[in-house]
Structures are given as structure tokens and as C-alpha cells.
């Protein structure tokens, strides 16, 4: 079957230090990748995707590559901030299918000024 | 703003209830998907719309149902909720099948 797993957290940072979360997972056929951002209090916001091999998603900083031959795709940023403190979750969604999304457990993030 | 609203926000009821969450998607979004938020289980798919039409289940007990209306809208039926129901449940629309998910701010279920 397919599912996403991602290092256990929490994860706690200094402003401006690297980050590094990792993803790898396992599926049938083609994946799509996604990281999603949950803010607290707030719902899922779609922070970066990839849907192909070698591609990169980038967005606000952050970025993941896709890797077909290690099956991964590791969120990085270069210098976080305090407010990038968040859950942070990799996906997945197989395509040709109906493309629902099979989500990893979650990483905290805290960043601290 | 995802355009995607869910209500209510909060909800809390006794076992043994029913209860029903709606999910309004984004202008145009034909597509509605419902995901279950727990400590213990994460994040998980329960089920899918496309047009009005059932298109995919995922971990959906019995005990819940769900539909979508001719204007699109979606509610999400939960009976005789147990103590493990509780949970944050969210709704996300794609315009397509295959487009990207747009997910609303959820309804915490609390049962007591």
C-alpha cells in the first residue's frame, strides 16, 4: 500500500539555523508529493509539491526534491524564522486515482528567537 | 483563506449522538474530500465526492456516511459517536480529481 513517513518530533530550532525534515515513502505507482503546513489553530496549507522525479517544489524558502531512487522528498530551509514554528507534513497522493492524500504523522516545529 | 468553510468550528456532544459537519468547497471546486485528525491515528482520508457522486473510500467506520448536494456542498454524518470519534475533522476541495487540495479550517468534535 502506499504511506509516508516522516522523523519524529518535535523539532526545536534557534532563528536562523538550517532545517531539515525527512520524508521517504512507499507507493504503488507514480506519486505525487506535497509538504502541507498546519498553523496552530488552523487548517492545512499547501506548502510545496513535486510530481515527478528530480523535480523541486519551493515556496517561501523551503524546499524538497523528489527522489525516485532513495524514494524521498526532505523539507529544508536555510535560516528559519519564529514564524515558520508549525506541524509540518509530508504527502502523498497516487496518480490516476482519486488522489487522496496519505499524509505522514507530522512534525512539530519550534523555532526559537 | 482557503475559500473552504466548515461548520461549525466546535463541536461537543454526549456518546451515543449524532451529529452532522458541513463543508461549503471553494466557488467552482467539484471535488470534496473529508479527513479525520487524531492524536493517536494522524491524519487520515475517510471518504470522497466527485460532482455528487461517491468516488473513494478511505478508513470510514459504518457509523458515518456522508454526501454532496447539487450545489456542491458536503456534510459529513457521525452516529452514535463513541469516546474515539473525537477528533478534528477537515474538508479540502480540488476543482478536478488530481488538482491541488484546498482544505478548511476544520470542526473539533469533542464527545464526552
Known amino acids: 500500500g502506499n504511506s509516508v513517513t516522516q522523523m519524529e518530533g518535535p523539532v526545536t530550532l534557534s532563528e536562523e539555523a538550517f532545517l531539515t525534515i525527512n520524508c521517504t515513502y512507499t507507493?504503488?505507482?507514480?506519486?505525487?508529493l506535497f509538504w502541507y503546513v498546519q498553523y496552530p489553530g488552523e487548517g492545512l496549507q499547501l506548502l510545496l509539491k513535486?510530481?515527478?522525479?528530480?523535480d523541486k517544489g519551493s515556496n517561501k524558502g523551503f524546499e524538497a526534491t523528489y527522489r525516485k531512487e532513495t524514494t524521498s522528498f526532505h523539507l529544508e530551509k536555510g535560516s528559519v524564522q519564529v514564524s515558520d514554528s508549525a506541524v509540518y507534513f509530508c504527502?502523498?497522493?497516487?496518480?490516476?486515482?482519486?488522489?487522496?492524500?496519505?499524509f505522514g504523522k507530522g512534525t512539530k516545529l519550534t523555532v526559537n528567537p | 483563506d482557503s475559500g473552504v468553510t466548515q461548520t461549525p468550528k466546535h463541536l461537543i456532544t454526549a456518546t451515543g449522538q449524532r451529529v452532522t459537519l458541513r463543508c461549503s468547497p471553494r466557488?467552482?471546486?467539484?471535488?470534496v474530500y473529508w479527513y479525520q485528525q487524531s492524536l493517536d491515528q494522524g491524519l487520515q482520508f475517510l471518504i470522497q465526492?466527485?460532482?455528487?457522486?461517491?468516488?473513494a473510500k478511505g478508513n470510514i467506520l459504518e457509523r458515518f456516511s456522508a454526501q454532496q448536494f447539487p450545489d456542491l456542498h458536503s456534510e459529513l454524518n457521525l452516529s452514535s459517536l463513541e469516546l474515539g470519534d473525537s477528533a478534528l475533522y477537515f474538508c479540502?476541495?480540488?476543482?478536478?480529481?488530481?488538482?491541488?487540495?484546498?482544505f478548511g479550517p476544520g470542526t473539533r468534535l469533542t464527545v464526552l
Open positions: 504527502a502523498l497522493a497516487v496518480q490516476g486515482g482519486s488522489e487522496k492524500l496519505v
Open positions: 507507493a504503488t505507482g507514480y506519486p505525487s
Open positions: 466557488s467552482g471546486d467539484l471535488s
Open positions: 465526492y466527485y460532482n455528487g457522486e461517491e468516488r
Open positions: 513535486a510530481t515527478k522525479a528530480d
Open positions: 479540502a476541495s480540488s476543482v478536478f480529481i488530481g488538482n491541488e487540495q484546498f
